[in-house]
């Protein structure tokens, strides 16, 4: 594609920063049909893009690093004095034109205006899409690696017996000792776990064993046919009698009201809940560690052992973990226990409530024979891109409005838009992405125990989560609409082959804080942290408007950080909108001109700072795929 003549005048390039193109070229695009996902927002169509794209493989090796603040810091201050320069160069040029006269041919001059200013990717040839269809993208079982025997290591800590694992292929509590410690989870089985309880006819506090008290309230829960919540809520209270006037349960009441008897089997279910809860000692005999901020790991267990550690936080017995107070030992932890989930009736909760007693019903009824890795991952100094240095090109791109992540992404690495806080609202009344996530697979819901508060360069990825349920809408109007059979097969550890990765994005009270090199940055290093193989035959990515919506991202340029940095991981990418056409639209066109014009990821990194200046210094907000369109092809002489 011809580029802009050099000989332009300040005047036009200014111009082109300050003033968005709003002529866009249509794209062409063969649709392939999927169905449609019945009533959900976000389970919108399954759409597709057309021909494959080219080889995107890497064209030139990394550099060595720069400090981050430093570099981002410097090129926004290069970046506002070209801008200010060429505010100063405009200026003069406004002048001098006011005194020359006007030319007589306006023909002519629209002519030459079209000549100058005529955007690339308006020309035929631009419009044909570079995406591929999804079916081009890597996943699992298709890329599936072998993983050889389980094996113990310094980072990977494992909770089931591994010789017996790789001898019988089954399934067995590994032994272990009671550890009380500030880094691994205090279990309430503990010996060293203690309360405080009033005893005897005068009542006086005695300080005595937590699992004592919570065997015989659960014991006693568990040899009952039927429990009513009223029997629950007091077994819950005695378990965690400094919080009686503090708890209520009325969404857990209100829930089971209002369940149609003929649905209704939870004063049945209870008991099996409580006996779930019980098994802790028997299940659990390994002192779990805590996944601690700074501290690459790995841990693994079965989902057996899931299910009675979320049967515990369930009736609440974890200690230490209701305190929220700055001073609190697990301050920098999510919640686990599931006092928030039970009180302030809303109709949220209730639906919230249909995922997780289905989830134990399937677990009670029958005992689930998998297993499920959690591995929080650092992005180590050295780790680091040095972006500005990347000579990578873009990589694959499938992007629709229609589908959903953990459908139509199936077999990839599905992004989890996370709270820093693993989980977010999934315990309260929040009901966006992440936590409907977790309530489709509430076997996430268990990370909450164990993993610290996400720092700028971390991620979790979790491998091996079960789906349990189907579910329609989104906020306000997501529905649980009944069970799911999850038919993924499973990898050579019992590992059902569906990986999630969770990254926080940065949270924006005013849209334009992200507009700032030192944020970009720090959006790409996360998304490279998560994105980044560890291994030669990974799946690729699915993903979509991360860290938008409540968090005020800007979609364009996360869906350009996305693609930035599944670029330098040499992943692919399927990028679902969610209904959002115009987004589809816009990010195929834009795609297909980097491709085009071989752009690198150092290149769009520049466009970046560029961009950032622009929207810092002018007044009204410039779209970044228009920015994008309009420099493309522009020298940096004067940017």
Known sequence: MAKSSNQRNDSSQMKDLLQPDHQPGKSHKEKHGHEREHGSKESSHQASSSTCAPDTSNTGALSGRQAEDTSSSSCCTCAHSKFEALSRRQAEDDHCSSSASAPSDTGA??????????????????????????????????????????????????????????????????????????????????????????????????????????????NSLAKKTTVSVKDLEEAIIKCNPKYKDQWTFDALSEFVKSVPKTENYFSALFPKIAELALKLPDCVKKTIPLLQSGHPA???????????????????????????????????????????????CSPR?????????????????????????????????????????????????????????????????????????????????????????????????????????????????????????????????????????????????????????????????????????IKVTRELNKAYCGFKAHGSDEPDIATGKWGCGAFNGDPQLKAVIQLMAAAKAKRGLAFFTFDDEKLTRDLEQVYSLLVKEGTTVKKLYGLLEDFCAVQQMSGSHVELFDFIRNNIGQPRSLL
């Open 349 to 517: 909760k209730k639906e919230k409530l249909r995922a997780i007693m289905h989830y134990f019903k399937v677990v009670t009824d029958t005992e689930p024979g998998g297993m499920v890795t959690f591995e929080r991952r650092c992005l180590g100094a050295a780790e680091i891109p040095d972006w500005r240095s990347s000579k990578e090109a873009m990589p694959k791109l499938h992007v629709t409005s229609r589908g959903t992540i953990e459908r139509e992404g199936t077999g990839m690495l599905q992004v989890d838009f996370a709270s820093s806080w693993i989980g977010g609202g999934v315990l309260g009344s929040g009901l966006v992405q992440e936590e409907i996530l977790f309530l489709l697979n509430p076997e996430l819901i268990v990370s909450r125990l164990f993993t610290e508060k996400l720092g700028d360069n971390e991620c979790l990825i979790i491998t091996g989560s079960q789906q349990f349920s189907s579910y329609s809408g989104f906020g306000d109007s997501f529905e649980w609409t009944g069970p799911h059979v999850d038919n993924l097969k499973r990898d050579d550890w019992a590992r059902l082959e569906r990986q999630i990765l969770a990254i926080d994005a940065l949270h924006f009270r005013h849209s334009r804080e992200q507009y700032d090199m």
């Open 298 to 344: 790995i841990l693994t267990l079965s989902q057996l052992q899931i299910a009675c550690l979320l049967a515990n936080a369930f009736f609440c017995t974890f200690p230490h973990r209701n305190a929220t107070a700055p001073n609190a030992e697990y301050h920098n932890y999510p919640s686990i226990n599931f006092t928030s989930l039970f009180g302030k």
């Open 109 to 218: 001059r629209r002519r030459k205006h079209a000549e100058v200013d005529k955007p690339p990717w308006t020309q035929k040839e631009d419009r044909i899409s570079s995406c591929c269809p999804l079916s081009d993208l890597k996943k699992l079982p298709q890329c599936h690696k072998k993983l050889g025997q389980l094996k113990i290591s310094g980072m990977h800590t494992i909770l089931v017996d591994v010789n017996f694992f790789n001898c019988e292929g089954k399934l067995m509590a590994q032994d272990g000792r009671d550890v009380w410690h500030r880094n691994f989870v205090k279990m309430p089985n503990s010996q060293s776990s203690f309360m405080i309880v009033k005893t005897g006819f005068t009542k006086q506090p005695t300080k005595t064993k937590r699992w004592d008290v919570i065997f015989k309230q659960l």
